[in-house]
């Protein structure tokens, strides 16, 4: 532990550092927003005002707390123009209030606006709660810095740490209230193996807990003690839930480095398409460019637009076998088929004989353009084999060209960016450079602590 410490740990120099940092930036912002309004107040919130931040990050979350009778807008307007004046490199966020992003000497800085409220339950926005969310942990952490520190460096190295749609894993919020509640990343790591689908965790009492897991349909359930109406692990899927509990038990038995620092795995083209060949499977490769939007935004469209296309392809007889996707400066999305052609008829059953809808049917399939053959009778039904795309890549060329690709489940801004131009490559030629670390994790799923 103490040579893991060593390497994430911030030294006394670099909190130094950080310290004077934020407190020059910090007064520069309140110099500032004290010549629009001396009620507004601004302070140095997250892992960085608690000690818990990692070596590697070099993050300063700032808030500007208004008075109440601020409207939205104007927050916008006051943020943006302190950011813009303060900080290098400005760039304005969204969130539930836009927020500026940029840098300061070294450091990448976020200027949040949010309200005073008195208390947690008179919020007029979710992040109205991050003062309490602060005050919280100050009182409960401390002294556990370094355990927090672990534990996110653990959830790091197994790539479950962060709760961005591109990660859907633990906040580093939620992470600190494990080491509040339990004392240490081991007994984190202990309690985990207990945990069971839906498990609730609390500070408290919470009553009911068929109403609580009613009220939050989560993989796990952590009540935030500055807001029981509130999940702090509503963005944990439950595939990440379940990589941390067998990660943690698997690291209990035999304790390592590699968890925390995973080796970097090798990509060797020829290696990955022999495991390819072996699978007896047929591989499509989307590509098409990246749009310009958040991460967020981002991630959670390409999570839709993949279900979107297992279903699509899916719908068509097409046996999805596995589908993922890579982000670089273009999108990657590839689609593993039991086969990319199947057989191009196709067995539709009808009405049973002598019912109210044979007479339909068979007037139906009378001129019939895709019929292969004429309706005959299979036990008590109707039935004919009609035509279908039994081409995988031609089918998949075919539907994305279409102009409707929004009403057919592709959300806006990928679905713009396919307008624009795609390219679909299969099997060998899908085995891109730049995208092959994405194809190695896919096909050579191994754990990041086996590599």
Known sequence: MIEILKKIAPSESEKEKFIKTAGKLLAGIEKEVKKIDSRISAALLGSASRDTWLRHEKDIDLFLLFPLEYEKNELEKIVTKIGRKILEKPEKRYAEHPYIKGFYEDFEVEVVPCYAVESPSNLKSAVDRTPFHDAFLKEHIKGKENEARLLKQFLTGISCYGAEAKVEGFSGYLCELLIAKYGSFENVLKAAQNWRRREIIHFGNVGDEEEVKEKFPSSLIFIDPVDVNRNVASALSEQKLSKFIFAAGEYLKKPRREFFFPRKRAVNRKALLKKFKQRGTGLLALTFSKPDVVDDILYTQLKKTLNALKGILEGRDFCVVGIDCSVSNRI?????????????????????????????????YESYKDKLTEPFIIGSRWAIFLKRENDAKKFLQEFLSRRNLEERGIPSHVAKSLKKGFSIKINEGAFLEEFLPALQEYFDPRFAWER
């Not at 999305?333 to 049917?361: C, D, M, Q, Y």
């Open 332 to 364: 990657f999305v590839f689609i593993e088929l039991e086969s990319l052609e199947i057989p191009a008829a196709r067995l539709h059953l009808g009405p049973e004989v002598n019912t109210l809808h044979e007479r339909k049917f068979l007037e139906k």
